[in-house]
Every structure is written in structure tokens, then in C-alpha cells.
């Protein structure tokens, strides 16, 4: 039987390439998205050119509405009947320091970034017997530069989660971690941006989103590994 991957964010950027590469790996998928409607069924009619074979569905969902995050995980095995592998992808990506940061905007960043992907992985461990869990932080999460401070708590605490988890719901749960730096330029950025920020990274260029599909591979293929964060941002970590 084949197995069934659920994306959060699956309409654009990380979650879409995401979707991509596991349709040429065989998946049947569930395409989250929020607004982007138009987009999600764009990306499912490609995906359908890529392996006609699999099955692809959308599920709109709001990750801030806290109804929608804890019914999604039951809504998608209600349509395809299991449930293997979990991306938690979506996320809010908002600048702000500390000073400039309103509660609504911290609300926010937590709810999506950190407190969705919690109730999915619980909601995922409640209603399957096994699976694997992939949570998409932050190169940010070894920094402490306030300039995006929800955005950059909130995956922090998300990191804190994929441990957390990993140690708890093992061995019938792997739950890991991808941690991409400057692999897309942000909404309203263009290459320029993203080659500039590479520059001062120690491998001095952009790899884009080819590592971050590496390291999904390996999390996947590697059947003993949980607890575990894979960096894909030319070595910024080490700054």
C-alpha cells in the first residue's frame, strides 16, 4: 500500500518543492494550504503530471484557528485511511524586534510556527500507530539576533518540541528536524538578496533548495534516526 504524507504550507516555496519530490518518490499526499487556494490546485494538477498513479488531495485549513490545526490530522486519515509521514512546514515569518513585537503578532507566530505543529504531532500520535515526523525550524534557532524575535522564539521552541517528542513517542515515532538558513529570498526579495546573505555564510553561496530535499531523503531513509536537527544553510550556523 502506498504510503501517505501530510504537508503543511504545501502550496508554495519549501512545502511545494517538498510535495514535488515525494510525488517522484511515490507518495500520496495531503496538500494543506490556508489561502492559497489557487496555488494548492495548480501544484496538485502538477503533481498528477509527475506520477499519475498517486493520489492527491487538499485540505484547507487555518493553522492560527485552533479547531481547524486539531482537526486536520483525523480529517486526512478520514480520506485516505493512514497517515505515515507528517511536515510540519507552515509557518509566519513577520520582522520585528522584542520592542516592536505586538502581542497579536506574537500570538501569532506561536500559534502557527509552534503551537499547530504541537497539536499535529499529538493529534498525529493519538490517531496512528507509527509515522514520522519532519519539522521545518530555523537556522535562527542557534541565534540570538531579535530582528524577527516571535518568528525566531517560535521555531526555537519548535526545535525544543521535535526532542521533546522524538523521546516520548519513540520507537513507534521518529521525529526530526531540517533547519534551512537563506535557501528562498524572502516574499519581495529577489536573487540579489539571497546572493548577498550567502556571501557572508562560510560556503559563500546560495544552494537553494536541493540540500533541504537531501536532508528529507535521508530523515526518511534513515530508520534509526530521532531527536535530530539537519542544517541546510552553508554553514551560517557556525557564525
Same mark, same amino acid.
Not at 495548480?42 to 498517486?54: A, D, F, P, T, V
Not at 541565534?143 to 517560535?154: E, F, G, Q, R, T
Given at each position: 500500500m502506498?504510503k ?8 508554495k ?7 514535488l519530490?515525494?510525488?517522484q518518490?511515490g ?19 502538477e ?5 499519475s ?7 484547507q ?19 485516505f ?20 513585537t ?8 506561536l ?11 499529538r ?12 519539522n521545518l ?5 542557534k ?18 518540541l ?20 537563506a ?9 540579489a538578496?539571497?546572493?548577498n @546573505? ?11 533548495l ?5 536532508? @528529507?531523503?535521508?530523515i526518511?531513509?534513515n ?8 542544517f ?8
Amino acid at each position: 500500500m502506498r504510503k501517505v504524507a501530510l504537508i503543511t504550507g504545501s502550496a508554495k516555496r519549501i512545502g511545494r518543492a517538498v510535495a514535488l519530490h515525494l510525488a517522484q518518490s511515490g507518495w500520496d499526499l495531503a496538500l494543506h494550504f490556508h489561502h492559497s487556494e489557487t496555488e494548492a490546485a495548480e501544484l496538485k494538477r502538477e503533481l498528477k503530471h509527475i506520477n499519475s498513479h498517486g493520489t492527491y488531495r487538499l485540505f484547507q485549513a487555518d493553522l492560527n484557528h485552533v479547531p481547524d490545526a486539531e482537526n486536520l490530522i483525523s480529517n486526512v486519515i478520514s480520506a485516505f485511511a493512514r497517515l505515515d509521514l507528517l511536515v510540519n512546514n507552515a509557518s509566519v515569518f513577520q520582522p520585528g524586534t522584542i520592542k516592536e513585537t505586538s502581542t497579536m503578532m506574537l500570538q501569532r507566530n506561536l500559534q502557527v510556527n509552534f503551537v499547530a505543529p504541537f497539536i499535529l504531532t499529538r493529534e498525529f500520535a493519538n490517531h496512528a500507530d507509527n509515522g514520522v515526523i519532519i519539522n521545518l525550524v530555523d537556522t535562527r534557532i542557534k541565534k540570538n539576533n531579535s530582528s524577527h524575535a516571535a518568528y525566531s522564539l517560535s521555531k526555537k521552541v519548535l526545535w525544543e518540541l521535535t526532542k521533546m517528542s522524538a523521546l516520548e513517542l519513540a520507537p513507534a515515532f521518529r521525529v526530526n528536524a531540517i533547519a534551512p538558513g537563506a535557501v528562498l529570498p524572502p516574499e519581495g526579495k529577489d536573487d540579489a538578496y539571497l546572493n548577498n @546573505l550567502s556571501e557572508r555564510t562560510p560556503m559563500k553561496e546560495a544552494a537553494g533548495l536541493k540540500p533541504v530535499l537531501q536532508s @528529507l531523503s535521508y530523515i526518511l531513509e534513515n530508520e534509526n534516526l530521532t531527536g535530530q536537527v539537519l542544517f541546510c544553510d552553508s554553514g551560517e550556523q557556525l557564525l
